[in-house]
């Protein structure tokens, strides 16, 4: 029986579509919001979330993790901004607000704020 797979695919191989949404989590850390389509801000939201939760353990193995996704500069004001914000916060760090359609193409918009 043929099983549904979770996750859009964004019409890209894997390791691409990891690096994508690596390269939008990052802008999305370092600016706090950002407009973008619909998919891609519900793809995202998900994936900051498991970053933020990762933040506030700060241990050194979760610290190497969000390097591995964000890179060097991106992780230390990430953490602190995390600590500060969200220590006890328990989960949804994370809104996503629908937009307006795009005007050349009618893409639906979205966008993406931490709490």
Not at 80 to 99: F, P, Q, S, T
Request: net charge positive.
């Amino acid at each position: 029986m043929h099983k549904r797979k979770v996750g859009r695919t964004f019409s890209r191989k894997r390791d691409v579509r990891r690096a994508f949404l690596r390269s939008l989590a990052r802008a999305f850390v370092l600016h706090g919001r950002i407009a973008t389509t619909d998919a891609r801000a519900r793809e995202l939201r998900p994936f900051v979330e498991r970053l933020v939760t990762h933040a506030k353990k700060g241990t050194l193995a979760s610290r190497r993790f969000l390097i591995a996704q964000l890179g060097k500069s991106a992780t230390g004001t990430f953490t602190v901004m995390v600590n500060e914000k969200y220590g006890d916060r328990r989960g949804g760090y994370a809104r996503v607000i629908k937009h307006m359609p795009r005007k050349s193409d009618g893409a639906r918009l979205a966008i993406i704020e931490f709490v």
